[in-house]
């Protein structure tokens, strides 16, 4: 019983000696994607961009945004949409694809979370890196309504080399994609 007691005690003290895994901010994400029942887009349904990628810097310290990486975007999203069967046009069509990329949590990221009615929760914060949300879309133009929309937070890296970001980028793209296929 002696023994069994000092197992114990030591146990414990072992316990309370050990520090807590630290998480990589970096690896950090979460994701929320929405759409209806009967996904009318199909593999024949032409779509077309909405707009450009909107790209919105909100961490209230005066960056400016890389005009390069939303155009860089707007070709990746599509290029991966085109690989899992979506058909792209240049012409306007009903069904067109939205993107936004957020840098930060202020007042205008908030907004356009709520327009988009997704609102990924990443929890936690770190000083070293603010948050950044990729806001994927494809809307029927006839209705203003969604008919698949998807989010993804993590945690960004806006010092990082030209080439981090697009690879973080491109993973980001594919993981809010991975869920969404053509309606048959």
Do not use: H
Request: hydrophobic share 35%; net charge neutral; proline share 5%.
């Amino acid at each position: 019983m002696r023994i069994m007691a000092t197992v114990l005690v030591c146990l414990s003290l072992a316990a309370c000696v050990s520090s807590p895994t630290q998480r990589d901010p970096l690896k950090q994400k979460v994701s929320v994607s929405v759409s209806g029942p009967n996904m009318p887009v199909t593999r024949n349904t032409p779509l077309s961009w909405y707009s450009d990628v909107i790209s919105i810097n909100d961490t209230g310290n005066n960056q400016t945004s890389d005009k390069a990486m939303p155009s860089w975007a707007k070709g990746e999203i599509q290029q991966q949409m085109e690989a899992r069967g979506f058909l792209f046009t240049d012409d306007a069509t009903r069904y067109q694809v939205v993107s936004v990329l957020l840098l930060g949590e202020g007042e205008v990221s908030q907004s356009t979370q709520a327009m988009f009615r997704l609102f990924p929760s990443l929890q936690g914060t770190s000083k070293d890196y603010p948050k950044g949300t990729l806001l994927l879309g494809i809307l029927d133009s006839n209705t203003s309504k969604g008919v698949w929309r998807s989010a993804l937070q993590t945690f960004a890296t806006p010092e990082a080399s030209e080439q981090e970001r697009r690879e973080r980028l491109t993973a980001a793209i594919a993981d809010t994609l991975k869920d969404l296929q053509p309606g048959r």
